[in-house]
């Protein structure tokens, strides 16, 4: 399911690892080059593990109702931040697997996990935007380039290593995420609907 990648070469050492983070915003070209060759893929599900928890963070938990409630939504908004990552890149290797395009999921999989290190500079523009009155706005231009950053990697990754032409890899990335960004409106708007519900069926604590 993985593939294989003849230009992995040797397995990455855990040391490299920190070196390639370095690298990364020095020569993000090289980087994501090494990265594709000797796939990085538990510092990637690091990188993007990270990404997801700072969002999570600045995101409005519900503190005043105790640590239960706060753990069961941290982990929801945790584990649907992963399935987008893993969700999307397992979808587009699939796609790419049956238009006879080689590649390794691996890979592919390291490719965009690492991307998120894109998304670590948009926390900072998220957060403050969230706790300085009146700076949302001006956070979300930063934030908004950030993101984009982030998904020009993957479209990179399916040029690199899949050999999709420039305009066949934007579409193919467009269809998945539409499709995800379909599914998580859907799931949002249920769970919203339910909540309503159980407020107006709930029996009133007025006398």
């Known amino acids: 399911m993985f593939g294989n990648n003849p230009d992995r070469g040797d397995a990455p050492r855990p040391g490299d690892w920190l070196d390639v ?26 990188v993007t593990g990270l990404a997801v928890i700072g969002r999570v963070i600045t995101e409005n938990l ?23 990552w893993v969700g999307p890149a397992v979808v ?7 238009f006879k395009k080689k590649g390794s999921l691996a890979s592919y999989l390291a490719v965009t996990g690492w991307a998120g290190a894109t998304l670590w500079p948009a926390l900072a523009f998220r957060l403050v935007g969230g706790l300085v009155p009146g700076a949302m706005f001006l956070a979300a231009g930063p934030e908004l380039v950030f993101r984009a950053l982030y998904w020009a990697i993957w479209w990179w990754g399916l040029q690199r290593l899949y050999g999709w032409s420039k ?19 859907v799931t949002r708007l249920l769970a919203g609907l339910v909540g309503m519900g159980r407020a107006l069926t709930a029996p009133s604590l007025l006398p």
């Open 21 to 46: 983070l370095g690298r990364l915003s020095a020569e993000p070209a090289a980087a994501l080059e090494e990265i594709a060759r000797k796939p990085h893929l538990i510092s990637g599900a690091l």
């Open 62 to 84: 519900p503190w005043e109702l105790g640590p239960f409630p706060v753990l069961r939504r941290f982990l929801s908004l945790f584990l649907g931040g992963f399935l987008w």
């Open 92 to 98: 587009l290797h699939g796609l790419s697997a049956l």
């Open 167 to 185: 305009g066949r890899a934007l579409l193919l990335l467009v269809l998945p995420l539409f499709a995800f960004g379909a599914i998580g409106f």
